[in-house]
């Protein structure tokens, strides 16, 4: 089975700052694909950010970025000059191959940007 | 441009009423999910359609139905809400891509009331 643990229910960071947001996961799979998922407040869920695991290099996207490591199975999102509109539920997400098109959540962490 | 659209985006029913939630997309992907988020949780999976295929997840209850007539339009019933049916439920659509993965494209929810 696979799990994905986010160990941080809520955070805070003030604006302008640099916060990391921590994600763990469990799978037998070789080849999986890790994402970062933002749900505003009464908005729709968006993609922030994918990590293939065949790619050793870390994705970035702007002002996200991760830091992918296979060996630990963890794959953290750091927030690079936080923004209002930053604030939000940040889920990660692990899906693979054989997974029927299903992902597997981790619990969330909700991110405060405080001006 | 909305590409996953829910209506309505806020539905009131009461105990026991029938209530049907309605998504249709513009992104003619073959996989669409209905997931049931409550409140500072991660999403859970109810059901996904590949194509035609339905594909019901084990603990998903037999209170909750789901059709899906053409490509474009998916539909959830609840033939008898509890009050622990209460929730925000989210449709989703997915693609594969060219490297491998997929993502899931999210609408922005409908937010289910029970009195």
């Known amino acids: 089975a696979q799990t994905v643990t986010q160990s941080q229910p809520e955070m805070s960071v003030q604006e302008a700052e640099t916060v990391t947001l921590s994600c763990t996961y469990d799978t037998s799979e070789s080849n999986y694909y890790l994402f970062w998922y933002k749900q505003p407040p009464s908005r729709q869920m968006i993609l922030v950010i994918r990590q293939e695991a065949y790619k050793q290099q870390n994705a970035t996207e702007n002002r996200f970025s991760v830091n992918f490591q296979k060996a630990a199975k963890s794959f953290s999102l750091k927030i690079s000059d936080s923004q209002l509109g930053d604030t939000a539920m940040y889920f990660c997400a692990l899906w693979f191959n054989n997974a029927g098109n299903m992902l597997t959540f981790g619990g969330g962490t909700r991110l405060m940007v405080k001006p | ?115």
């Open chain 2, 1 to 115: 441009d909305a590409m996953v659209i829910q209506n309505p985006r806020y539905q009131v029913t009461q105990f026991g009423k029938p209530v049907t939630l309605s998504c249709s997309q513009t992104l003619n992907h073959n996989v669409m999910y209905w997931y049931q988020q409550k409140s500072s949780q991660a999403p859970k999976l109810l059901f996904h359609y590949y194509d035609k295929d339905f594909n019901n997840e084990a603990d998903t209850p037999d209170n909750f139905q789901s059709r899906r007539p053409n490509t474009s339009f998916c539909f959830l019933d609840i033939r008898s809400p509890g009050l622990g049916d209460a929730a925000m439920y989210l449709c989703a659509t997915s693609r594969p891509l060219a490297g491998g993965g997929n993502i899931q494209y999210f609408g922005a929810g409908t937010r289910l009331s029970v009195l």
